[in-house]
């Protein structure tokens, strides 16, 4: 009986490696197949840059803090990659400082998803530390994690001194009237926000104030989603005044929040008055 040599990735000219990849789902080679050997790492390092990767899904892949240490070795190597897609794992502190770390240093990522993880105020800390030395960032999102108070501090910190992001989500998390005004001190500073997203969080009419008060001097903010909060009848009037001096937020929701639009009267006669063409979804 002759003996059948079965072929082995370890043995398989790279080529081959690579096109067996190609069929591979992208969890199973960064999870499965880094550290296996030094040749199949630099086979796997190689493969993605290569391929000129600028997006990496990896989406509802049930990625855990471990899991964010391969993740991290893949893009340290690639230096293509614009766009990393992690949302809907189980991304906690330490997998967001395994992130944070890689982000410090890197040059080329625009766009950085990790929504619906477990991401905490220590995880929002890790981030926060990558936001003060990143200069390519521009979009972040955070929604639907565990960040309260305390993160958003954090993060608001660092952008007082980032000058890159645009975008950030943190709607779904548990945002009060104390990280609202966190983010609104910012607001007073920052330079290059575009987009902010807070809806769904516990921001009621003390954080309300907080924000519009800032509105007043911010000249670069451009959309502010508010909607589903806890802002009261009486207080949405803190935003007619800015919403009067303002000339470059064009986009505010503040739908499904504790106010009746009809009685608001002094709220829809400033809209009516500005000359700015705006979207405000009340």
Do not use: W
């Not at 969890?27 to 990767?53: C, E, F, G, P, W």
């Not at 001097?217 to 589903?228: D, G, K, V, W």
């Not at 800015?242 to 009746?260: D, E, W, Y």
């Amino acid at each position: 009986m002759s003996n059948i040599i079965i072929p082995s990735l370890h043995t398989l000219p790279v080529e081959l490696v690579y096109r067996i990849f190609d069929n591979m789902d992208m969890k199973t080679i960064i999870l499965s197949l880094q550290n296996v050997s030094t040749r199949m790492d630099r086979i796997i390092y190689s493969y993605y840059s290569h391929m000129a990767v600028t997006t990496l899904n990896l989406y509802n892949k049930a990625l855990d803090d471990q899991g964010t240490v391969y993740v991290v070795n893949i893009i340290q190597h690639i230096s293509t990659l614009t766009e990393l897609e992690l949302g809907c794992n189980q991304i906690g502190a330490k997998g967001a400082q395994h992130l944070s770390n890689v982000l410090q240093q890197n040059e080329t990522l625009i766009t950085l998803n990790l929504e619906f993880n477990l991401i905490d105020d220590q995880g929002a800390l890790h981030l926060a530390n990558a936001l003060q030395k990143n200069k390519t960032l521009t979009a972040l999102y955070l929604q639907f994690n565990k960040i309260s108070s305390e993160g958003a501090g954090h993060l608001a910190i660092a952008l007082q001194q980032n000058q890159t992001l645009t975008t950030l989500d943190l709607r779904g998390n548990f945002l009060n009237s104390r990280a609202a005004q966190f983010i609104a001190d910012t607001l007073l500073k920052n330079q290059t926000l575009v987009t902010l997203c807070l809806s769904h969080n516990q921001i009621n009419s003390q954080g309300a104030m907080h924000l519009a008060a800032a509105l007043k001097q911010n000249r670069t903010l451009i959309s502010l989603n508010l909607a589903n909060n806890q802002i009261d009848a009486p207080e949405i009037e803190y935003f007619v005044n800015p919403l009067q001096k303002n000339k470059t937020l064009t986009i505010l929701n503040l739908r499904g929040n504790q106010f009746n639009v009809k009685k608001n009267s002094r709220l829809i006669a400033a809209l009516k008055e500005n000359t700015i063409s705006r979207t405000i979804t009340l």
